[in-house]
């Protein structure tokens, strides 16, 4: 079965930083509850890069690589 998703982007206000937080959030559109994996990346990282993998994940659900699941990953606060 082809596991479609969708990517919802938005900005969070924080304590630690003066400007707003961007941050995407990738989930699976087969109805869900899904756990939450938040996605770390290493320095230079954004949450473009999240969006950028949002086929490999496709993929991986869709061979049950990987059980379907809500995937966060901000950029970093400045």
Not at 51 to 68: C, T, Y
């Amino acid at each position: 079965m082809q596991v479609q998703s969708r990517i919802e982007v938005g900005e969070l206000a924080v304590d630690f930083a003066s400007a707003k937080v961007p941050y995407a959030v990738l989930l699976p559109d087969d109805g869900g509850p899904h756990p939450l994996c938040l996605f770390l990346h290493g320095g230079g990282g954004s949450r473009q890069n999240l969006i950028d993998l949002r086929p490999l994940f496709e993929r991986w659900w869709s061979d049950g690589v990987v059980a379907p699941m809500a995937v966060a990953m901000a950029t970093r606060a400045r």
